[in-house]
T-cell receptor
């Protein structure tokens, strides 16, 4: 059973606008969450993470929000750029301070058009 | 951070044969993992490669089909044995854990795109 879910397989956004990618999880033991970006023919690259003790983490144009009660997190990209077009994976871990195995969603294909 | 070299980057193989994928890291790491991404699916963990001992396999994956070696802290191999078309996937090596950012994020190789015909 999928413990991390990304229910939107694709998202299309105009350049300069906000992109919001959503992720839900079912395992209440998850305490660390990550977002990865993947271009074709490349491995996933780390984007941003958030610990369960926080509800927001920001890094430049990227902000991740965590709602533990709803078991939901989202990635906001503002402003969106064409180079952001990629598949975005949400991942979760129950490793605490030591990163262990990751559970991934199926990914959302983001397309940013000019 | 870690630089991961994964080889081969792609291959087309005949059914019934085996392919060994190599993962080389430029620094010692605590944890090495092997994932599979089938078309349109999420990344699924096959196993955790343990240095000096047998790998830990996830449900649905067995050692006879996916033997793994990890002779030291910088190198691991995954073999896909007796391949069938259902094994056509992207296989990814991932590493984590030696301190600094490696304790808060996992790094991935570029993946091996396997097609079984």
């Amino acid at each position: 059973d999928q413990q991390v879910k990304q229910n939107s397989p694709s998202l299309s956004v105009q350049e300069g606008r906000i992109s919001i990618l959503n992720c839900d999880y079912t395992n209440s033991m998850f305490d660390y969450f990550l977002w990865y970006k993947k271009y074709p023919a490349e491995g996933p690259t780390f984007l941003i993470s958030i610990s369960s003790i926080k509800d927001k983490n920001e890094d430049g144009r990227f902000t991740v929000f965590l709602n533990k009660s709803a078991k939901h997190l989202s990635l906001h990209i503002v402003p969106s750029q064409p180079g952001d077009s990629a598949v975005y994976f949400c991942a979760a871990s129950e490793g605490g301070s030591t990163l262990g195995r990751l559970y991934f969603g199926r990914g959302t294909q983001l397309t940013v058009w000019p | 951070s870690a630089v991961i070299s994964q080889k081969p980057s792609r291959d087309i193989c005949q059914r019934g044969t085996s392919l060994t994928i190599q993962c080389q890291v430029d620094s010692q790491v605590t944890m090495m993992f092997w994932y599979r991404q089938q078309p349109g699916q999420s990344l699924t963990l096959i196993a955790t490669a343990n240095q000096g001992s047998e790998a830990t396999y996830e449900s649905g994956f067995v050692i006879d089909k996916f033997p793994i070696s990890r002779p030291n802290l910088t190198f691991s191999t995954l073999t896909v044995s007796n391949m069938s078309p259902e094994d056509s996937s992207i296989y990814l090596c991932s590493v984590a854990g030696t301190g600094g950012s490696m304790n808060t994020e996992a790094f991935f190789g570029q993946g091996t795109r396997l097609t079984v015909v």
